[in-house]
């Protein structure tokens, strides 16, 4: 993110930081006036009260979205989406969750609300992060099958999935077309519509390159992103505490997150690895 960007988003969450958070009472009595505000029967002045209580709970919740996006920062493949169009696509999520949401039933909003930021956000990182595209019950089922075990029978998928063998070849055939690279994606760091493409980086044996005249510059700055990111990625993490044996809390420092964070990741990133490695438990003797 630009520092322009960033000074944009330091004044956007000090603003939503000064916004008062609703009490329950103040959620029900809010939520009913939205509601009646949706009935069929409902007259103008009746209308128009949804219309402020519906800003009123969404301005109120604000600071959720912010909290639920920032989980999903380093979960993206690729970073697709930046900070700011994750608030929006939780924005989204939280403009439904209010016209959804029914005081009566007995949930607290922000519980309810949880759920449609969350949702609106993932289905905007499966849109955004695929090059191909793929249905919304595609990509729900293939973070389902995601979660199970590796070792995992297809029989015993196919059942936890309600599915067929053949709609399961066919969501792995999906799963491993998901994440193909656009030849017309443009290097990272280049303003959007300038810069070398990866297409323009496969080398052609019959061109003649000028080496001299290439976009070097657009070149080193993908590399440099890339290694600031891998700097704090799950692995990179777990390679230093376990392997260089570095203390969590001199990784902790070195990349300005907390010590708790850092032993997070390096827990994550050991139980991808056993995962991986328990796939090709027969190959060991």
Avoid at 52 to 68: G, Q
Avoid at 85 to 107: H, M, S
Avoid at 112 to 126: G, K, T, V
Avoid at 208 to 231: A, Y
Wanted: hydrophobic share 35%.
């Amino acid at each position: 993110m630009s520092s322009t960007n960033t000074s944009q988003m330091d004044h956007y969450l000090a603003q939503i930081g000064r916004i008062p958070l609703l009490t329950p009472a103040e959620e029900i009595s809010l939520g009913n006036a939205v509601q009646r505000g949706f009935a069929e029967d409902a007259s103008p002045s009746e209308k128009r009260a949804a219309r402020r209580a519906k800003e009123r709970m969404i301005k109120a919740n604000l600071r959720l979205v912010v909290n639920v996006s920032k989980k999903y920062l380093h979960r993206q493949r690729g970073a697709a989406m930046e900070w700011p169009d994750l608030i929006q696509e939780g924005t989204i999520g939280l403009n439904r969750a209010v016209e959804k949401f029914d005081p009566e039933k007995g949930y607290k909003f922000s519980t309810y609300a949880y759920w449609w930021i969350r949702q609106a956000i993932s289905r905007a990182l499966d849109q955004m992060s695929a090059s191909i595209r793929l249905p919304t019950n595609m990509n729900l089922l293939l973070t389902k099958l995601s979660q199970l075990p590796v070792e995992t029978p297809k029989a015993v998928i196919c059942e936890e999935l309600k599915i067929t063998e053949a709609q399961l070849e066919n969501l792995y055939k999906a799963r491993q077309t998901r994440w193909l690279g656009s030849l017309d994606a443009h290097l990272s760091g280049a303003p959007s519509g300038e810069g070398s493409t990866i297409g323009e980086l496969v080398w052609d044996e019959t061109s003649t390159l000028d080496v001299e005249k290439f976009q070097w510059d657009g070149v080193q700055e993908t590399l440099r992103s890339r290694l600031e990111s891998d700097r704090n990625s799950d692995n990179d993490i777990l390679v230093r505490n376990a392997v260089n044996n570095e203390s969590l809390q001199s990784i902790s420092k070195d990349l300005g997150i907390s010590r708790e964070r850092a032993r997070q990741k390096a827990q994550r990133a050991r139980r991808r690895l056993a995962t991986s490695l328990e796939e090709y438990r027969h190959l060991v003797a």
